[in-house]
């Protein structure tokens, strides 16, 4: 059985930094590609970061280019999600996924193209 367990979600205040952890078990992720995820109440769940299997090609969606990095830790079997200049508006559950397929060439940025998922982590920014 798969599992993906996130971490290091909180309170920070608007211009802070918070690193979320993806642990998994279960399932060597260094074959497939990983992606992070957010969903804020009463909205939909977006695409926010994507890291390719071999881990030399990381995506983003626009709104957090250049304030959030996407990296992996093959040995530890973990993904990280490095949040910098954290605005209210990143306020959301963050979640984790694995790519359904094995070694896909670039990470996908739809949800459905994912078949695990961790139970999210919450991330408020108070202004």
């Known amino acids: 059985q798969v599992q993906l367990v996130e971490s290091g979600g909180g309170l920070v205040q608007a211009g802070g930094s918070l690193r979320l952890s993806c642990a998994a078990s279960?399932?060597?992720?260094?074959?497939?590609?990983m992606g992070w995820f957010r969903q804020a109440p009463g909205k939909e769940r977006d695409f926010v970061a994507g890291?390719?299997?071999?881990?030399?090609?990381?995506y983003y969606a626009d709104f957090v280019k250049g304030r959030f990095t996407i990296s992996r830790d093959i040995a530890k079997n973990t993904v990280y999600l490095q949040m910098n200049s954290l605005k209210p508006e990143d306020t959301a559950v963050y979640y984790c996924?694995?790519?359904?397929?094995?070694?896909?060439?670039?990470?996908?940025?739809?949800?459905?193209?994912?078949?695990?998922w961790g139970q999210g982590t919450q991330v408020t920014v108070s202004s």
């Open positions: 996924a694995a790519d359904r397929q094995w070694r896909r060439v670039a990470a996908p940025k739809t949800s459905k193209e994912y078949d695990y």
């Open positions: 279960g399932r060597t992720l260094s074959n497939y590609s």
């Open positions: 890291i390719s299997w071999s881990g030399g090609s990381t």
